[in-house]
């Protein structure tokens, strides 16, 4: 399979790639409006295109009286590697050009395990995907990590949660390894592009993506382009202190929302309530697992445990405090909860719902939907694909 060597010559080319990846085949005519160019420099580029591969004639389109012109895609044997590494788990995907999820793979993986561990893991999952049939090598990888990265050298800068991984450089190393073009980003960022692309954000150019797993983060879109920050800590709402003198965090601070309301702190205050005995749902399953997760608290808050849904709401109360004052400041047009903790659904929903609209200003959330995020487990991995995707459909 030849792979993707050729790159858009220029602004016209990169945005006739992108309108096909985020649209389908279309034809000539309707792309000629999009990209309001005269009709002949739009077949100027057109045809530079197709020489170069990366796009194919695709059968002929609707007539708009007059000749009919032909559709024209992206080249179906193009292939994006999405991967999305968390706290304790990797997520791996492969797509095509326009971005549809063909295969995906979840493992398992604590991140202090290190990066040489870690990526030993992603790449045997990558092999695993191309052995399938799905992709006989990929064009381009998009990789999420759980911390900040240094986004041009693609490089995580100080991750709390990352030991061993401080300027460990992922993009050139799996580079390396996968023989393609390989972009790094934190995985807020990529849930957020992912529900941007093909989730609950299409359409939304200024939105904030509030990600509780293990930590808490948040993915922050302005004028449709994620904002990273100066040195890529933008977003670290984990560690906004929500408790003066509150829990020690693995920051080092005291009383940060992570500290109190995460995967892992709610798991741990599950726990306590099990073995204080109150709860004797979170007790009976603590009794048959050996450890409780946030999977259990949603299971018994769904089973109506007065002590879980307290958890819950409790939680939801802090995350809410936190994007109520965020909202005040960036007046966004959408919230979006995603993550491992949304198991806990609307009963974690409803708590933060309360808590931003009592405590933000009312033309900041006067139309504010706060919604769960659409795309679950294929967020990062579609996020990662759409970033790669942005980096290689971009002028070279």
Known sequence: MRRMTARPANTHQARLLRLLRDGGPNSRAQLGDQVELSRSKLAVEVDRLLETGLVVADGLAASRGGRRSHNIRLAPELRFLGVDIGATSIDVAVTNAELEVLGHLNHPMDVREGPVAVFEQVLAMAAKLRASGLAEGFDGAGIGVPGPVRFPEGVP????????????????????????????????????????????????????????????????VVGGEVYRGTTGSAGDIGHIQVEPD???????????????????????????????????ELAARLDTTGKLTAVDVAAAAAAGDPTALDLIREGGNRVGQVIAGLVSFFNPGLVVIGGGVTGLGHNLLASVRTQVYRQSLPLATGNLPIVLGELGPVAGVTGAARLISDHLFSPA
């Open 246 to 280: 509150g829990r020690a965090c693995a920051c080092g601070n005291k009383g940060c929302l992570e500290a109190h309301f995460s995967g892992a702190a709610l798991a741990r205050d599950a726990e306590d309530a099990a073995r204080a005995g109150r709860s004797a």
């Open 157 to 220: 800068v100080a991750p709390p949660i990352m030991p061993g991984w401080d300027g460990f450089p992922v993009r050139e190393a799996l580079s390396q390894e996968l023989g393609c073009p390989v972009m790094v980003d934190n995985d807020v960022n990529l849930m957020a592009l992912g529900e941007q692309h093909a989730g609950v954000a299409r359409s939304v150019g200024d939105f904030l993506c509030v990600k509780i797993g293990t930590g808490i983060g948040c993915g922050i």
